[in-house]
């Protein structure tokens, strides 16, 4: 389906928006589904569960995540110059040991960032121990969330965040295990900071863009380690 339009076809992921979270207790079961449907010429998504207790009547889904699914041509574009990038940044600071403690050992990714402004760039590499993964994944999770939110710390409010809507995900070549992410922050005026919004570039070592992201948008949605320690 996603090779109508040659070789040369990139998957673009359309509209992606994350409704609720998949949160699983200690101990809970939950059944998982995946629904795709032809839509003109590409597809949408929903991804819903249920965890099969209703007390005798029919399962409830629970809507999670939803979206379009289509191929587009890919257009040559020029590398990314890394060097460049990072020696803008580089006047601001850098921070090492960038990490996210709280996540399992896939994420502890980021070996380094170079911060300015509104925008930043990460080096980022997957454990060797994982990377069996890259033969499953073309779009590792731990990667793409870490080199997606790196930047949200800088702009981000009280409480946590966590990701609410992807506008445009052009996927043009799957993700190795080193990869660099340019990101920069969409500012909207907005002192409240409901919702902060980044455009996102992933590169390889030698600067070939392999993922681009239009408006990758986080929700603030108060204390989110509370919940999962009510759930554990």
Avoid at 12 to 28: K, N
Avoid at 45 to 53: C, E, K, L, T, V
Avoid at 201 to 211: F, K, M, Q, R, S
Wanted: charged content about 30%; glycine content about 8%; proline content about 3%.
């Amino acid at each position: 389906a996603f090779n109508k339009r040659g070789p040369r076809a990139a998957v673009e992921i359309r509209e992606a928006t994350f409704v609720t979270p998949l949160i699983v207790g200690s101990g809970e079961a939950r059944e998982v589904r995946t629904t795709v449907r032809k839509k003109g010429d590409a597809y949408e998504f929903i991804i819903a569960s249920n965890s099969g207790s209703n007390n005798g009547r029919a399962a409830q889904w629970e809507k999670h995540a939803m979206g379009n699914i289509d191929s587009v041509a890919v257009v040559p574009t020029a590398g990314r110059d890394l060097k460049g990038l990072i020696a803008a940044c580089e006047a601001e600071g850098t921070i090492t040991s960038y990490q996210y403690k709280e996540l399992g050992p896939r994420w502890k990714n980021l070996t380094k960032v170079w911060l300015r402004e509104n925008e930043g760039v990460a080096a980022l590499e997957l454990g060797q121990e994982f990377s069996g993964d890259l033969e499953q994944y073309e779009l590792h999770p731990a990667l793409l969330d870490m080199a997606t939110g790196f930047l949200s710390r800088q702009f981000a409010g009280e409480g946590d965040y966590l990701p609410l809507r992807y506008r445009r995900l052009t996927i043009k070549a799957p993700l190795p295990r080193k990869i660099y992410s340019y990101v920069k922050y969409k500012e909207d005026g907005s002192r409240s900071k409901e919702t902060i919004a980044f455009d996102v570039v992933i590169a390889d070592e030698h600067g070939t863009e392999l993922v681009e992201i239009e408006d990758f948008t986080m929700r603030r949605v108060g204390d989110v380690r509370a919940k999962l320690k009510a759930v554990a």
